[in-house]
């Protein structure tokens, strides 16, 4: 009898080392994958992007120039709006925490828009039967592993409770005289 619960108990052992053993990995796991996920990797996009002022427009400025929202601007760099109208059309950039620039581009003109990134939106006025067209070189930065997030989170999770639950069992057992 004695000898079985000797046994158990170092079966309980093994099992509560390698939960920690466990645990300790998916943490490391977690946080590589955690770092992973914050890389971003510069690229230069070519933007050449015609919009109809049927409606105006209001968006980001990363949908204004036509790559996704999880392009991040890198550094400074200019794009040219021009205009197929026969009358002005106002357009404006919204600074995060520095207010409103406004442009006007002329009748069948053209502006060159220095954007950095503090410019936060891109908004064009209504005017039916018109076009503008985008264009330039973009410097941004993609976060293409922003998706590792999710697996380094559970994985984080799911490690610390191992580490927890393992480490607390052998301190019983060691506190047990096992």
Do not use: H
């Not at 796991?29 to 002022?53: I, N, T």
């Not at 400074?76 to 006007?104: H, I, Q």
């Not at 954007?115 to 891109?122: E, H, K, L, P, T």
């Not at 490690?159 to 506190?175: D, F, P, Q, V």
């Amino acid at each position: 009898m004695a000898k079985e619960i000797i046994e158990e108990y170092e079966l309980m052992k093994r099992r509560s080392r390698l939960m920690t053993i466990i645990g300790s990995a998916l943490l490391a796991a977690a946080l590589v994958m955690a770092l992973v996920a914050m890389m971003s990797f510069p690229q230069e996009v070519r933007v050449d992007r015609v919009y109809s002022l049927d409606k105006g427009f209001i968006d980001t400025i990363q949908r204004f120039m036509g790559v996704p929202n999880s392009f991040k601007i890198v550094k400074e760099f200019n794009l040219s709006v021009s205009s197929s109208c026969d009358r002005s059309v106002e357009l404006s950039l919204l600074y995060s925490g520095r207010g409103v620039e406004k442009f006007v581009i002329e009748p069948q003109g053209r502006v060159v828009l220095t954007i950095n990134s503090s410019v936060a939106m891109a908004m064009v006025s209504p005017r039916p039967g018109c076009s503008i067209r985008v264009q330039g070189m973009a410097n941004l930065a993609a976060s293409t592993f922003q998706w590792l997030s999710v697996p380094a989170f559970m994985a984080m999770f799911v490690g610390t409770a191992l580490l927890i639950r393992g480490s607390m069992l052998l301190l019983k057992l060691r506190a047990e005289g096992f």
